[in-house]
């Protein structure tokens, strides 16, 4: 059963920083291309960021790039968002996923307080 458990997230002060966390089960993650997500409230789920197999090919949304960086780590199957100087409009459920997979987690809430 494939399964994601996003932590990490909470309330942080504009320009501050906070690292996302997501664990992943039930498939072969190191095969697996990986995004994160994020659903502000009354928008529609957004991508932001995507990760290749490997680790070393990165895409970000042009809303986070320069600022979110994605990274895992396949030993551990878990994968991580560093978010820096965020801002009120980040404030958000952060989602992770599986690009092959149409199963998501609970998510985490980031709430960045202006």
């Known amino acids: 059963q494939v399964k994601f458990v996003e932590s990490g997230g909470g309330l942080v002060q504009v320009g501050g920083s906070l690292r996302l966390s997501c664990t992943a089960s039930?498939?072969?993650?190191?095969?697996?291309?990986l995004k994160w997500y994020r659903q502000a409230p009354g928008k529609e789920r957004e991508f932001i960021a995507r990760?290749?197999?490997?680790?070393?090919?990165?895409d970000y949304a042009d809303s986070v790039k320069g600022r979110f960086i994605f990274s895992r780590d396949n030993s551990k199957n878990t994968a991580s968002l560093q978010m820096n100087d965020l801002k009120p409009e980040d404030t958000a459920v952060y989602y992770c996923?599986?690009?092959?997979?149409?199963?998501w987690g609970q998510g985490t809430q980031v709430t960045v307080d202006s």
């Open positions: 990760i290749d197999a490997t680790g070393r090919r990165k």
């Open positions: 996923k599986a690009d092959r997979y149409n199963t």
């Open positions: 039930g498939f072969i993650f190191g095969a697996a291309v």
